[in-house]
């Protein structure tokens, strides 16, 4: 049985950092891509970052480019995404997501994982 469970999140200050992780199980990172969606209140929700396993690369939405670092460890079986820079813009419910790949980083996307954890808030004050 495939698990996610994120950590974490909290309350942090603009500008500021924090690592999420994800502690994942039941499945092999070979065969599945990994996923950070977000949803805010009000918002749609979106691809933050997705690393593409088979294809060896990792996507960036935009608006977390040169901030956000995903990172896979498979000895731990954990997948950590470094926040950096953080702005109130990234306040949001932040959801780890693996499916079998391939598969993409857009919010139509979300839903084809079949895997998510329950997800961890983040929350940036001005």
């Known amino acids: 049985e495939v698990q996610l469970v994120e950590s974490g999140g909290g309350l942090v200050q603009a500008g500021g950092s924090l690592r999420l992780s994800c502690a994942a199980s039941?499945?092999?990172?070979?065969?599945?891509?990994i996923g950070w969606f977000r949803q805010a209140p009000g918002k749609e929700r979106e691809g933050v970052s997705c690393?593409?396993?088979?294809?060896?690369?990792?996507y960036y939405a935009d608006s977390v480019k040169a901030r956000f670092n995903f990172s896979i460890d498979s000895a731990k079986n954990m997948v950590y995404l470094q926040m950096n820079k953080l702005k109130a813009e990234d306040t949001a419910v932040y959801y780890c997501?693996?499916?079998?790949?391939?598969?993409?980083?857009?919010?139509?996307?979300?839903?084809?994982?079949?895997?998510w954890g329950q997800g961890t808030q983040v929350t940036v004050s001005l």
């Open positions: 997501a693996a499916g079998l790949a391939p598969l993409g980083c857009y919010a139509r996307d979300y839903d084809s994982y079949g895997h």
């Open positions: 039941g499945f092999t990172f070979g065969d599945y891509d």
């Open positions: 690393i593409f396993t088979r294809l060896h690369s990792t």
